[in-house]
């Protein structure tokens, strides 16, 4: 047996060698892991330290999500309370901006916000980058290139400041909360989980703190350096405002049940397939003829992926889906879902659509519908810039889904007014005809040529495929054409293609 002569020796040799210190005996009562300090009330600030102690500075990026929709509070606080503190240059990567998102105008034209990377814009802030009101392009990506871009490092975030309907003093944050005094749920916040795992620093924003620990949570407190507490963080009445509606509109539930009769008939439809529906009122309204027919067959679906609503909510807890993978709530049912159900599961941006995750979601993704502003007669398809050449529309995950998924279909009318929808050529590249499939409209429904075994299916069933050019055809028969886009030379916006390539630019229109 070896003496405590020998053993402390061996301690000091081994130390040394590892270069260490040697215990000294001190107890760990003597360091900053005291009992009392355990709580991490620590980090529980004002916004204002919050943003002194992240070590902010002019010229860096700082973060947002966007799972409060319409309803959000935070960006416009924080980028006021920036503004007070006389920050200048600042980078706003947001997942996406919307109409609520006005009062940025103002701080762009300060100089406070100079560059702008997010997924869609909407509104006046819009309307104004579109006439050129910055200096620099705002940079557009899909949801998935935006988690790839975050975990790379081609989009470095300095500071995140993250929304969250309740939050313990350690950081552990969620889109929804068990307290009783919960004021604002969103649900999923699957694109923030990005900005909170890479970010340099992460503030978790909440109007809910509750005691510790915060479970289950969708931020952990390990990624997680400072939360604040303010009176609302948004209106969850809103977070289902905006593109995602449903439809009483005669042409869109014809749209929808041509759109049901193709995924029906198109080879996919068949026990444990999985599906994702866009927000527009067609594609939702979709949902509720698939449900009739999945009823009919006595056929389930694996799983639903995406922004998960109502609808897809009611098939689950009838047994018709198995699993709803949730990367946004779409809905207070859905954020109510997610809170209770354990299958129920809410991912990040990049496990549900980043190309370079082999897990991703959408790698296992069997069906998806899509809306559309315009598709061209090479299948490519825009849904971020207006007919007027107005940006009023986000990226989202379009191109993430066509392009992973078995079977894409755009749904979208011939005509908007007197705007023709199908088109010779889009006004931006958003989502490359090679992954499109199947564009449905009231007048027929074209296939793309290089998926000529759906056409054939679609024939069998009785079902009216046309040639894409005749509908382009048949959309100037009765509106003529169109007078071209007053364009200027200014690049107001760029996007990049999901894989992080420069894809289309967006010009600046003159007035």
Same mark, same amino acid.
């Not at 915060?214 to 952990?220: L, V």
């Not at 008939?265 to 698939?290: D, H, M, P, W």
């Given at each position: ?8 020796? %061996? ?29 991490? @009330? ?13 070590? *902010? ?22 980028? #006021? ?13 947001? $997942? ?32 104004? /980058?579109? =006439?050129?009101?910055?200096? &620099? ?43 009783? =005094? ?6 999923? *916040? ?31 407190? =390990? ?18 405002? %905006? ?10 539930? *014809? ?36 449900? &009739? ?17 109502? =609808? ?18 779409? @809905? ?38 899509? $809306?559309? *502003? ?34 894409? /279909? /755009? ?12 088109? @010779? ?11 499109? #499939? ?28 046309? #040639? ?44």
């Amino acid at each position: 047996m070896s003496s405590l002569k020998d053993r402390a020796e %061996g301690i000091r040799r081994v130390a040394a060698a590892m270069g260490k210190e040697v215990y000294s005996g001190e107890t760990l009562k003597n360091t900053v892991f005291r009992k009392d300090l355990q709580k991490s @009330d620590h980090k529980v600030v004002t916004l204002e330290e919050a943003i002194v102690r992240s070590g *902010l500075k002019d010229g860096m990026t700082i973060s947002f999500h966007h799972h409060f929709r319409g309803g959000d509070k935070v960006v416009n606080m924080v980028v #006021d309370k920036l503004a007070q503190m006389g920050f200048k240059n600042l980078h706003l990567a947001a $997942s996406s901006l919307s109409d609520v998102h006005a009062p940025l105008i103002e701080h762009i034209r300060n100089g406070v916000i100079t560059k702008i990377s997010t997924s869609g814009l909407r509104g006046e802030l819009a309307k104004e /980058i579109s =006439h050129g009101l910055m200096k &620099e392009p705002v940079v557009f990506r899909s949801h998935g290139g935006r988690g790839s871009a975050i975990s790379t490092g081609d989009l470095h975030i300095d500071v995140a400041f993250l929304g969250a309907s309740s939050s313990d003093p350690a950081g552990n944050a969620s889109g929804y909360s068990r307290s009783e =005094h919960a004021k604002s749920i969103c649900g999923s *916040l699957g694109y923030a989980k990005p900005d909170a795992q890479y970010a340099d620093k992460v503030v978790i924003i909440t109007d809910d703190l509750v005691d510790y620990p915060n479970t289950p949570n969708s931020i952990s407190e =390990h990624d997680v350096d400072f939360v604040v507490l303010v009176d609302s963080v948004g209106d969850s009445s809103k977070i289902s405002s %905006g593109a995602i509606r449903d439809t009483k509109n005669p042409r869109d539930i *014809l749209l929808a049940m041509s759109a049901a009769d193709v995924i029906i008939n198109s080879g996919y439809f068949r026990e444990g397939f999985s599906i994702q529906t866009g927000s527009g009122g067609a594609s939702l309204a979709a949902v509720k003829y698939i449900r &009739e027919k999945m009823i009919e067959k006595g056929i389930h679906a694996s799983f639903a992926l995406g922004g998960i609503t109502a =609808h897809m909510v009611k098939m689950h807890e009838e047994g018709l889906i198995e699993r709803l993978i949730d990367v946004q709530s779409f @809905d207070r049912v859905a954020a109510e879902s997610i809170k209770n159900d354990p299958f129920h599961k809410g991912v990040s941006a990049n496990e549900y659509a980043a190309a370079d995750e082999s897990g991703s979601a959408v790698h296992y993704l069997d069906i998806v519908i899509l $809306s559309a *502003l315009e598709v061209d007669v090479n299948f490519n398809v825009n849904v971020l810039v207006g007919s007027d050449g107005v940006i009023r529309g986000a990226v989202g995950g379009h191109p993430d889904t066509a392009a992973d998924s078995a079977l894409s /279909i /755009i749904v979208c009318p011939l005509l908007r007014g007197r705007i023709p929808c199908i088109v @010779d050529e889009v006004t931006t590249l958003i989502t490359p005809g090679s992954t499109v #499939d199947v564009v449905v409209t009231e007048y027929g429904i074209a296939v793309n040529p290089r998926r000529g075994e759906i056409a054939e299916r679609l024939r069998a069933a009785g079902m009216k495929v046309v #040639d894409i050019n005749a509908l382009k055809d048949l959309a100037l028969e009765q509106i003529g054409t169109p007078d071209p886009l007053p364009f200027g030379d200014k690049v107001v916006g760029v996007v990049m293609n999901r894989e992080g390539t420069v894809q289309d630019v967006i010009m600046n229109i003159e007035d």
